[in-house]
């Protein structure tokens, strides 16, 4: 789309209360929306749909923005704006109920055309989470997959900084402006600012300038899941985003993958229902690919305890897995006097053997 045209588009979607919906509706009557920003009067837009409220607030409004100026400041950000009637624009998400009108992006717009699965999950993770999210993700890289999160501290974050260790892709979905007074949650800026570096991409419908409000985060789950051939869920609450995001999967006809989780972790209760409601149980990538008819690059290999290099710290990794155990029912169960547990535990942790889950508590390190 010519330059000119664009800045029309991008001053129309400043008018907050003009959503994808209304978008297309003026996008299917005027021949061009330099023509409706120049041109129309109310009575054109009471002829495209809007009602007389919307008609109103756009010919009031439009008089305070300056479609150039706009574009500027996306340029001065060094992000792109892509209309949905742009060849770039992502095919899987025009599929979509309301796909957004326009997509504000930073970085290789090459992945909306590369196999992408989202990756999404509680904010609050067990540490059985996090290594499930680490393990599904570096699996998906390994297999050429694009993972698709939305930057959300937990699982989100995780998934993103994993794919980038791996010298993977991944998109990143915000429900901000992509300005970096706005960027959400302010911890993962440098998060974002690494995922553009890395050659991954962030998009937001939002404009530049919107702050992180709590409506725009389940509108953005849409998007999310639009991306992507299926979304996977690791952890989620009863309440949890990430099951809006499945919610979304299912209504636009892509596959809803979850890991099970132990029945008495609370936040195992969202994959556990989903699958009792027919999403895919999934204990490997292999599982994900099948099902999307994707051929497997890496089969997965099973993820095998570390090696004891003692009696002692056999006895002890007997006894750890992926569900936390506190230090005083370990010491119960290995028969080991307080001390000779600690130190053990110790040189475990130092070798990568165990992580410590926080609370006195810990589990193993697979590899």
């Known amino acids: 789309m010519d330059q000119n045209e664009l800045q029309y588009w991008v001053a129309l979607n400043q008018i907050s209360s003009i959503g994808a919906a209304t978008m297309k509706k003026l996008y299917n009557y005027f021949p061009d929306f330099a023509t409706l920003w120049l041109e129309s009067t109310e009575t054109d837009l009471l002829s495209a749909g809007l009602d007389s409220k919307n008609a109103e607030l756009l010919l009031t409004r439009k008089h305070l923005i300056e479609p150039a100026a706009e574009m500027e400041k996306l340029l001065k950000e060094n992000i792109t704006a892509i209309t949905i009637a742009d060849p770039e624009y992502p095919s899987a998400l025009k599929e979509i109920h309301h796909p957004p009108a ?209 009696d002692q710290e056999k006895i002890i990794l007997t006894h750890l897995n992926l569900e936390p155990i506190h230090f005083n029912d370990l010491r119960r169960r290995t028969g080991l006097t307080a001390s000779d547990l600690n130190a053990a535990l110790s040189m475990l942790e130092i070798t990568g053997k165990i992580k410590n889950a926080g609370a006195g508590e810990y589990i193993v390190n697979y590899h």
């Open 102 to 310: 326009l997509l504000y992006c930073k970085g290789n717009l090459d992945l909306f055309r590369s196999e992408c699965l989202a990756v999404v999950g509680t904010r609050h993770m067990t540490p059985y989470g996090s290594q499930m999210a680490e393990q599904f993700t570096v699996e998906l890289v390994a297999n050429n997959l694009t993972t698709v999160s939305g930057l959300a501290l937990g699982i989100d974050t995780i998934v993103h900084h994993t794919t980038i260790k791996n010298n993977g892709y991944t998109i990143a979905v915000l429900g901000s402006g992509l300005d970096q007074k706005n960027l959400y949650p302010s911890s993962n800026r440098s998060l974002a600012n690494n995922i553009v570096a890395q050659n991954g991409l962030i998009i937001s419908e939002f404009p530049l300038g919107t702050l992180p409000l709590r409506h725009h985060f389940p509108i953005r789950n849409r998007i999310i899941s639009g991306l992507s051939r299926g979304t996977l869920v690791i952890e989620a609450g009863e309440s949890s985003g990430a099951l809006i995001t499945a919610k979304y999967a299912l209504d636009q006809n892509r596959e809803v993958f979850a890991v099970p989780g132990n029945i008495t972790n609370p936040y195992s209760i969202g994959p556990n229902n989903l699958i009792k409601q027919g999403a895919i149980a999934v204990s490997n990538v292999v599982d994900i690919l099948d099902s999307l008819n994707l051929k497997s690059v890496s089969a997965s290999a099973p993820r095998q305890k570390p090696t004891p290099a003692n």
